[in-house]
């Protein structure tokens, strides 16, 4: 919705697509599979990639024909991403790439992995040094995708082996090893979102349901605080992403948004459990078959995208604690 | 941000910080600061901001009386500010000329509204009212309307409240006020609750604040292990969750005094459900931003912030009885949780979204 119209966009402002990233969470419309795209690929693209590939690739992501899924993550390199050992090797043809990305969310219904690699290795004074980000067509040989199951039985995320994959000269994407410097201003874009405290929302729509129109004082109570953080969460969310529609770079801010709000929405189905043990069975069937999908996925909000901890830890430098 | 709302909080931290430091105003063994500090906020025009000029007062935005509050809930105020602004709104209102002095407001409850008797004179006490002993008049919400009562008239008991500051309950019983007027549109308890409580949540906004700066400058001096506090994860995690509960108490609080600027600006009659959603939100949030965040601060300070002479606990007692004051946090919610409730569950995102 924001992009350039020459690449497909519509040149809308960020508040417009916040309203329609909310009203999709609050649907629980199935549209993640481009939602990675739309969040954060294309805007990488925007920035480094090179005319050709953007007239190519962004116009096909606009129109919806294609995926893309995010690379950063390793069995050895979570929390700490600059630790990725998966590595790029500059030859004459390109860039051979060898190793193995962890937890990559629909890599099975992909196009494009967007990949952090080893170019270099990291020096002694920067821990930071020696990463580089790729575009990379799923498709090309060298690369195999095999499911992981996530507890709650899905199939979301992957494990992507890379074997003498060769990567095209021009789909580098920004600095060679300079990874490190991008990350600023589409972080608080991933961080800030809706998604970020919306994402187990139908649990507290479904739980006022269930509790009826005239809950006791406990239930009451229940409601209007729920409500009353969710209310709050909001107004935060949309006052960051005005933020960055004016063209600042709240890092801090969408750090504490993100763990807030991942904090708010794992707890929500465990309080939303306590305040309806009283209601009548009968009432509650489909309630029940949601609250036990909710719990089951709660665990992730707070360790995806960055943990908690990690979180805290920016917030931290923020308030020039570190 | 505008300039005048720039003005107006520089000058009212300019006073604060010369006449009523928090620090200072802890380590002074009497009350003699009192005065020049209430002197410099009424000569200011503060006192009066939400005042038309036509009325004598200095006709200020509404959020601009917002900002005064938030600014003054840094100091952690310990005059009767919040509560004259409170009185000036209301008197204005029903069209009542503001006296001079400090002012409180009274308003007994839902179910039992102060009455007038056929004589003229009031009857009925208003439990716990901020700095009532302190205070030239009462404003009191009363079945005719709006009251204006002088104070030397009235049974004050003495009292204090969690901070220490004055606080009592006051005796109406053969008191005539000096003025009764009626606030065109109607106006009640409700509208009254939800303006204090906005009114308070500005304060906690500001209070928190305040602890904040306080808990990490200190956590960067203090030593231990030979290392500054600060380094230490646990530390940090504490004050970005401090970090985080402030924001969220500024977020808050600036969104409901926004929504209570648009629904006066827009001369509504009475508070709607929107500017309900905001204020319960709003005091439901500061407060237990307060719970939280003051927990963390003085775990930060150590023991030497559990001290009478340290200034965090002029800030924190004051945050939790700011937190009492108009509604606890459960009562705004059983309320907001019944609104919620009777509208129905496919309302409530509609609600939320209108925001
Ligand atoms: C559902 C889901 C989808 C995901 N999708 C993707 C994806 O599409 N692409 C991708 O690249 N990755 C993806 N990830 C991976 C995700 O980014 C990582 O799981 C996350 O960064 C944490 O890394 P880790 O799991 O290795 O945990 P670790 O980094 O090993 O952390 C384990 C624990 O140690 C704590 N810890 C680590 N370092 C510190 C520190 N310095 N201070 C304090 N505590 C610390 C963490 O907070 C955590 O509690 C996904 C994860 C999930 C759960």
Request: overall charge negative; charged content about 20%.
């Amino acid at each position: 919705m924001t992009w350039p119209k020459k690449y497909g966009g519509q040149e809308r402002s960020f508040l417009d697509r916040y309203v329609v990233t909310e009203e999709f969470r609050v649907a629980n419309a199935p549209v993640r599979a481009h939602f990675t795209a739309d969040r954060q690929s294309g805007p990488v693209l925007l920035k480094y990639a090179a005319d050709e590939i953007k007239k190519d690739v962004l116009p096909r992501i606009t129109r919806g024909e294609c995926c893309f899924c995010i690379g950063m993550s390793e069995p050895n390199s979570g929390s700490d991403l600059f630790a990725a050992s998966t590595k790029a090797t500059k030859t004459d043809e390109g860039w051979r790439v060898n190793g193995t990305k962890l937890w990559t969310s629909n890599a099975h219904h992909a196009d494009y992995m967007i990949g952090l690699f080893r170019t270099s290795p990291s020096t002694e004074e920067n821990h930071r040094h020696g990463l580089t980000n790729f575009l990379v067509d799923i498709t090309l040989p060298g690369i195999s995708i095999s499911p992981v199951h996530n507890m709650a039985g899905l199939h979301e995320f992957n494990e992507v082996v890379f074997d003498d994959c060769l990567v095209p000269n021009n789909h580098v994407l920004g600095e060679i090893n300079g990874a490190w410097k991008q990350a600023t201003s589409e972080l608080a874009y991933e961080r800030s979102g809706p998604e970020r405290f919306l994402e187990t929302f139908y649990i507290l729509t479904e739980m006022v349901r269930t509790l009826g129109t005239e809950p006791d004082n406990r239930s009451a109570e229940g409601i209007g605080r729920l409500v009353a953080q969710a209310h709050t969460l909001r107004r935060m969310s949309v006052s960051v992403n005005g933020m960055l529609q004016a063209g600042m770079e709240p890092v801090l801010e969408g750090a504490i948004v993100k763990d807030m709000g991942t904090v708010w929405e794992q707890a929500l189905p465990r309080k939303a459990r306590d305040l309806t043990a009283f209601t009548d069975i009968g009432n509650r069937t489909n309630f029940d078959r949601l609250l036990r999908y909710a719990i089951h996925i709660a665990p992730k909000l707070t360790i995806q995208g960055g943990t908690t901890e990690v979180l805290r830890s920016i917030i931290a430098r923020g308030l020039g604690l570190r | 941000m505008t300039e005048t709302d720039d003005i107006i909080i520089d000058t009212t931290a300019r006073i604060f910080s010369e006449l009523g430091d928090p620090q200072t105003l802890n380590n002074a063994c009497d009350d003699t600061w009192q005065q020049p500090l209430w002197t410099a906020l009424a000569d200011s025009g503060l006192t009066r901001a939400w005042v038309p000029e036509d009325q004598g007062g200095a006709g200020a935005e509404i959020t601009d009386g917002f900002d005064i509050l938030v600014t003054a809930g840094r100091y952690a105020v310990a005059v009767p500010l919040a509560e004259t602004l409170l009185a000036g709104w209301l008197l204005a209102k029903a069209g009542i000329m503001m006296p001079d002095g400090p002012l409180s407001v009274a308003m007994g409850n839902a179910d039992n509204p102060f009455r007038i008797n056929s004589n003229g004179s009031l009857s009925g006490t208003a439990k716990v009212v901020p700095f009532a002993g302190d205070v030239d008049h009462f404003t009191v919400l009363t079945d005719k309307g709006v009251a204006l009562v002088k104070a030397s008239d009235c049974n004050i008991e003495t009292g204090v409240s969690m901070a220490g500051d004055a606080m009592s309950d006051v005796t109406f019983d053969g008191v005539t006020p000096s003025t009764v007027a009626v606030v065109p549109g109607g106006f009640g308890i409700k509208d009254l609750m939800l303006m204090g409580a906005a009114i308070r949540s500005a304060q906690m906004a500001g209070g928190l604040q305040a602890i904040l700066d306080l808990a990490v400058d200190y956590a960067k001096e203090r030593v231990a292990f030979g290392r500054p506090i600060s380094k230490f994860q646990a530390v940090q995690h504490n004050l970005a969750r401090l970090g985080g509960e402030t924001a969220v108490a500024v977020a808050a609080a600036g969104s409901a005094a926004d929504a209570i600027a648009n629904a006066e600006g827009a001369n509504a009659q009475q508070f709607d459900q929107a500017v309900f959603l905001e204020v319960a939100a709003a005091k439901i949030r500061t407060g237990e931003a307060v719970g939280d965040g003051t927990a963390i601060a003085h775990q930060t300070f150590g023991a030497i912030g559990f001290t009478s002479e340290h200034v965090l606990q002029r800030h924190t007692r004051r945050l939790w009885a700011w937190r009492d004051d108009y509604g606890s946090e459960s009562e705004w919610a059983v309320r907001l949780g019944e609104m919620i409730a009777t509208n129905g569950a496919d309302e409530l995102w509609p609600l939320l979204a209108s925001r």
